[in-house]
């Protein structure tokens, strides 16, 4: 939030509701998140671009169980942090590293920025023919927002979703 304060230019902060109350680790001193993607988990097999801790943790928690299957795959873990401008530098490295990409958010598939980032990848020559498949989003069900958590959990991508078309990307090539 202090990049986003301490920035020039314009900044939306988008939170994620619920996380609030939920501990984790801060660092000490002044800090401020660099307005770039993070690549989380070094993988050579496929990439998972994703954003925000729910999409982030559930990322790291299929590639945690990705890598315990037989065969195990190492999966790359990128995480934006910000969507626009986003970091299309650390995400073709990844993609260029792997040739197989996963782009996981909560956003609907339709109309969702998951598809702006596939439609660039596609688009970049020197992204495009490193591709070993197709790019694959898995986002939440094209759906009005339930009111109810149960079923606002039941619209959202899981970890059987991701391993699932992690194999299926896998098969393809």
Known sequence: MKSAIRDSDLVAFI???????????????????PFEAKVRRPGKDITIITWGPKMLDLAIASAEELAKQNPPTDTEIVD???????????VFASVK??????ILHEDSKFMGFGAEISATIVEEFNTYYRLRTRVRRIAAE?????????????RL???????????????EG
Do not use: C, M, Q
Request: no cysteine; aromatic share 8%; proline share 8%.
């Open 80 to 90: 934006l942090r910000i969507l626009n401008p986003w970091d299309k530098k650390t």
């Open 142 to 154: 094209n759906t009005p927002i339930p009111a109810h958590l149960a079923l606002e959990d039941a």
């Open 157 to 171: 991508p899981n970890k059987d979703k991701v391993i699932s078309a992690v194999r299926e990307l896998l098969k």
């Open 97 to 102: 590293k792997t040739g197989r990409v996963i």
């Open 15 to 33: 939170e994620e509701i619920s996380y609030y109350g939920k501990r984790g680790e801060v660092p000490e001193g002044e800090y401020f998140t």
